[in-house]
């Protein structure tokens, strides 16, 4: 059974793999979603609880399924 900090964390790690499978850096990647690098460094270190139709819009800027981001 998974806590809420361990989901973050853990959506975070799929995010960031993905990220790079798609060959963005955090900085390329912040700047197509509209954020600021640090924000994106918040996620993938499982700092930031973010909305589901964030989660949604991460999967879109990434080209994925919302379901690949969302495995644990």
Do not use: P
């Amino acid at each position: 059974m998974y806590n809420g900090k361990e989901l973050l964390k853990q959506l975070g790690r799929n995010i960031k793999a993905e990220r790079v499978r798609k060959g963005y850096t955090q900085e390329s990647f912040a700047e197509k979603a509209g954020v600021s690098r640090e924000y994106i460094s918040r996620i993938e270190r499982g700092q930031e609880n973010m909305s589901i139709l964030k989660i949604l819009n991460i999967a879109e800027i990434l080209d994925t399924d919302i379901k690949n981001l969302l495995l644990f």
